[in-house]
T-cell receptor, first 119, second 110 residues
Framework: GAVVSQHPSWVICKSGTSVKIECRSLDFQATTMFWYRQFPKQSLMLMATSNEGSKATYEQGVEKDKFLINHASLTLSTLTVTSAHPEDSSFYICSARDILEGNSNQPQHFGDGTRLSIL | GQQVMQIPQYQHVQEGEDFTTYCNSS?????IQWYKQRPGGHPVFLIQ?????EVKKQKRLTFQFGEAKKNSSLHITATQTTDVGTYFCAGGSGYSTLTFGKGTMLLVSP
C-alpha cells in the first residue's frame, strides 16, 4: 500500500518551456503533499507544501510564480516549472502523507521523482 | 529554523564491516524518521522513532533515538552489497513538514 505515482519520470526540453509534473497517491488520500528538489549527491530540499483545496506554502527562497503548485483533489498535486531555464535542471520528488495519518509523526511516501533537464 | 546535521557524508566499507550514521538536530524533535535512497531511486521510508531513548531493530539495522530527542543513529551490522545507498534522517517537530539531513552515502565493496 501507500503508493505514490509521479509523472513524467524524465523530461528534456528547451529553455523557456513550461513543464508540468504530476504527483498522485494511488491507494490513499492525501490532504498534504510535499515537493522536494534534489541536486546530485545532495539532500532533499523542501520547496513547498501542497494543501488540498488551498494555496501551497512555499519555503523561503522558492519563487511562487516560478513553481506553480495546484492540489485540486485528495489524490493529485501538480508542480509546474514555468519558463524553465538550465539552472532549473534537477531531480524533483513529491511525497504524500495519508489523510488518516495526520501530522509529521507519520511517514511520507515518495514518488519515483522526475529528472528535469533544460537545454 | 530547525537544522538537522548528519555525519559522515560518505563512507566506504568492505562487505561484512559495520556502518553507523549519526544525526543531530538543533532543536528537540517530536519524532525522527529514517529513509534509504538507492542510486537513481527515490527515498524509501525505513522507520520512525518517537520515544526518548527508543531503540528499534530491523534485522541487521539498529535505530536509536537519544534521550533528549535531539539525536539519532542508524547502525548496520555486517554490511552487504544490498545496503548500498544514501541514508537520510528526517526530523519532525510536530508540524506537517520534515527537515532532512544531508544524508550519508554508503558504498559497500564485495
Amino acid at each position: 500500500g501507500a503508493v505514490v505515482s509521479q509523472h513524467p519520470s524524465w523530461v528534456i526540453c528547451k529553455s523557456g518551456t513550461s513543464v508540468k509534473i504530476e504527483c498522485r497517491s494511488l491507494d490513499f488520500q492525501a490532504t498534504t503533499m510535499f515537493w522536494y528538489r534534489q541536486f546530485p549527491k545532495q539532500s532533499l530540499m523542501l520547496m513547498a507544501t501542497s494543501n488540498e483545496g488551498s494555496k501551497a506554502t512555499y519555503e523561503q527562497g522558492v519563487e511562487k510564480d516560478k513553481f506553480l503548485i495546484n492540489h485540486a483533489s485528495l489524490t493529485l498535486s501538480t508542480l509546474t516549472v514555468t519558463s524553465a531555464h538550465p539552472e532549473d535542471s534537477s531531480f524533483y520528488i513529491c511525497s504524500a502523507r495519508d489523510i488518516l495519518e495526520g501530522n509529521s509523526n507519520q511517514p511520507q511516501h515518495f514518488g519515483d521523482g522526475t529528472r528535469l533537464s533544460i537545454l | 529554523g530547525q537544522q538537522v546535521m548528519q555525519i559522515p557524508q560518505y563512507q566506504h566499507v568492505q562487505e561484512g564491516e559495520d556502518f553507523t550514521t549519526y544525526c543531530n538536530s538543533s532543536t528537540t524533535l517530536s519524532n525522527i524518521q529514517w529513509y534509504k535512497q538507492r542510486p537513481g531511486g527515490h527515498p524509501v521510508f525505513l522507520i520512525q522513532l518517537v520515544k526518548s531513548g527508543e531503540v528499534k531493530k530491523q534485522k541487521r539495522l539498529t535505530f536509536q533515538f537519544g534521550e533528549a530527542k535531539k539525536n539519532s543513529s542508524l547502525h548496520i551490522t555486517a554490511t552487504q552489497t544490498t545496503d548500498v545507498g544514501t541514508y537520510f534522517c528526517a526530523g519532525g517537530s510536530g508540524y506537517s513538514t520534515l527537515t532532512f539531513g544531508k544524508g550519508t552515502m554508503l558504498l559497500v565493496s564485495p
